[in-house]
């Protein structure tokens, strides 16, 4: 970081500086903190169609959260949350940890782990609707094979089609994560391996007792990155199932859409997107303060 | 197994490798074994993918979706691309693909020269209340898109360009500022301060120093950006169905109306063509910049 202060005339002198982050300045004050207030504060009135100024307190936020498909939203995203948290840590560094057994063809491997990341949901998403179809995908070959009872339709199953988002999102998530640890690995020192082998320590007990509580920064980065994702999923849901059957798969990010684009009822598009708001917060304000309070020690 | 034997040669030879193993232990098999199911599991989808998009429909009918198709046919993609309807526009996903990629240059473009200036004025000029900002616009990546749609839409509507594709262009570029003014910011920083003091002694000013010294420095960082941005924007549908109207729809709201619509017979050769077709630019990307892509995400998860 470079001090400019002892320049003679630096007003003038970063007067290009100034100008350069006009548009930086713009985005953080008028669309970041202008647009989120004016969210949270029209979230306080009985806007239909069109934004109108009639304050009327928290009556978004008691229909909101006494309508079923708003209650089946969260449900949804708590089931997918947590369960997406736990497999994709679990399975991103498993594969990180075989990948950095110093093994041959790891770029290939690796190659093909991450390639789901670069596409899009929706085109995760059409690919899952179609292998999960029960007439055509998954269920039909296994009963083709002679299984004839075998039942695995998770997409037109209210209780389990938030699994088979699951399945997609990991398919194309899980590779990321894999990489974020596998640079957390690299970075540990090769002499820890060393003395953990020279002293006889199983490989398992090294991951489990040295290496995994010397990863906690890379694994705190990890969770805020997979969460903040987890709390944004749309684009997923509507093209693999739409929110069907019924409600079943709807999810927060959708409900907002939905009211504000399609339902012409604003007031409930912006309680339901300043409750994201708030459930990002929850998750970043802890993290941000132990950021800061490891900065500070240092 | 082949996999297996190959490995313990390179393993060994290393000047810090271990003492060297037996070709088939058990550790071995078992980890390749199971990278390879891995393997397999990732590369399904794909396959599945262009497998059916290569079949007629009697053969989806009839067969199963692993089985490689008995008589090729490239009559989906062929309607996939400039036959497949989407409300009244029958003329395929042409017409997405066309606007997506109206789309994608200028905002790489756009946002890429936005963010590098912006990264540079703040890693060599810094000014009072830069970080404060820059602050504002780290933590502003984490607020859910869903909280700031609506004031987008208003302020597109009174400067008269809500549902063009320029207004897209400048979503774009406001939403991928915070990751790329960190990148650029990060990178610039890094770079040795003497070059940066040598050029002002000079007397070069804010923009010569940019183009003449730090821009032919950064050419690398410049690829990861555009490879971030390109994937990024491309793979958009949010931003792409709030602000844009039909006729402008980018290829991934348009390939989700042609395979989600409820009208008519499904055809998921078709289907499965569009999808491929979709994820072509994003893949060709991929596969091409290899170890870019993985510095990218790098530089996108990891804060500075």
Known sequence: MRSQSERPNPLFRNLNAKIASIPMVLTALVVFVGGTAWTVLYSFTNSKLLPRWKFVGLDQYERLWSTPRWLVSIENLFIYG?????FSFVIGFLLAAMLDRKIRFEDTFRTIFLYPFALSFIVTGLVWQWLLNPDFGVQHVVRSLGWESFTFNPLYDRELVIYGILIAALWQGTGLIMCLMLAGLRSIDEDIWKAARVDGIPVWKTYLFIVIPMLRPVFVTTLVIIASAIVKVYDLV??????GPGHASEVPAKYVYDYM???????QGFAASTMMLLSVVIVIVPWAYLEFGRRGRR | MSVA???????????????PRRTLSRRNIILYGTLFVVAVYYLLPLYVMVVTSLKGMPEIRLGHIFAPPVEITFQPWVKAWAEACTGLNCDGLSRGFWNSVRITVPSVILSIAIASVNGYALANWRFKGAEVFFTILIVGAFIPYQVMLYPIVIILREIGLYGTLTGLVLVHSIFGMPILTL???NYFASLPEELFKAARVDGAGFW??????MLPMSLPIFVVAVIIQITGIWNDFLFGVVYTKPDLYPMTVQLNNIVNSVQGVKEYNVNMAATLLTGLVPLLVYFVSGKLFVRGIAAGAVKG
Not at chain 1, 238 to 243: K, P, S
Not at chain 2, 5 to 19: E, I, V
Not at chain 2, 208 to 213: D, N, P, S
């Open chain 1, 82 to 86: 947590a369960l997406s948290l736990v």
């Open chain 1, 261 to 267: 684009f399609l339902g012409q009822n604003l007031g």
């Open chain 2, 208 to 213: 010569g120093i940019y183009l003449r010294i």
């Open chain 2, 5 to 19: 034997t190959a490995d313990t040669t390179s393993a060994a030879d290393g000047p810090r490798g271990r003492k």
């Open chain 2, 183 to 185: 990148l650029f910011r």
């Open chain 1, 238 to 243: 509507v093209a693999q199932t739409g929110g």
